[in-house]
């Protein structure tokens, strides 16, 4: 993580694109973005299943249409999440203003920590699904490997929401370091 001034003395710089690739937390937020892809994606390809006798698919978890619902509704909403934060991302160099940048790193850190809990919600109702599942509703295994992808990678999403939450408190420090700071050498532009 880049140290130095926050606020005024470097806002208004020109965006650069390599400086924001090679942060922590964004890296942790388009790895979680694609988890995200996987997880709705593999439920809604290869999710619900048909069967000759019954006219309607199922959801291949234990036919509980919920399971299904839930890992598509998650991971959607997740996807999107992260493209809010990643524009954010882009955005907080811009941010002139302590109290500002603070409010943005505290909703990173509420949000973070919202979407880890979720996550973890998911995998376990995914997974307890999955196990109780019963062999004659899928007699050909179709769909199994997308189904134990969606429940790997809403396990893979609670370690990177933390680890972005924990990115978040981080900066949130930092950055009520900054105001200390500033509040003490008025005079000074950065430590």
């Known amino acids: 993580m880049e140290g130095?001034?926050?606020?005024?003395?470097?806002?208004g710089g020109a965006?650069?694109?390599?400086?924001?690739?090679?942060?922590?937390?964004?890296?942790?937020?388009?790895?979680?973005?694609?988890?995200?892809?996987?997880?709705?994606?593999?439920?809604?390809?290869?999710?619900?299943?048909?069967?000759?006798?019954?006219?309607?698919?199922?959801?291949?978890?234990?036919r509980n249409p919920n399971a299904c619902s839930y890992g598509v509704t998650v991971g959607v909403l997740a996807f999107l999440t992260c493209l809010l934060y990643l524009a954010l991302?882009?955005?907080?160099?811009?941010?002139?203003?302590?109290?500002d940048r603070k409010k943005a790193v505290l909703s990173d850190i509420g949000v973070s920590?919202?979407?880890a809990f979720f996550w973890?919600?998911?995998?376990?109702?995914?997974a307890n699904q999955w196990q109780v599942s019963k062999p004659q509703d899928n007699p050909l295994n179709e769909g199994t490997d997308a189904a134990r992808a969606a429940i790997t990678f809403s396990f893979f999403s609670i370690?990177?929401?933390?680890l972005t939450a924990a990115l978040a408190v981080r900066r949130f420090q930092d950055l009520s370091f900054q105001e200390e700071y500033n509040s003490l050498?008025?005079?000074s532009a950065q430590p």
């Open 89 to 99: 991302d882009v955005y907080f160099p811009q941010i002139s203003s302590v109290k």
């Open 159 to 162: 370690f990177t929401w933390s």
């Open 15 to 62: 965006f650069d694109p390599y400086t924001l690739l090679r942060q922590p937390h964004t890296i942790l937020r388009v790895v979680s973005w694609v988890f995200s892809i996987v997880v709705f994606g593999s439920i809604v390809n290869e999710g619900y299943l048909n069967n000759a006798k019954e006219e309607e698919e199922f959801c291949i978890y234990n």
């Open 120 to 126: 973890f919600v998911g995998f376990c109702f995914l």
């Open 113 to 115: 920590a919202f979407w």
């Open 4 to 11: 130095g001034a926050y606020g005024a003395g470097k806002a």
């Open 185 to 187: 050498f008025p005079d």
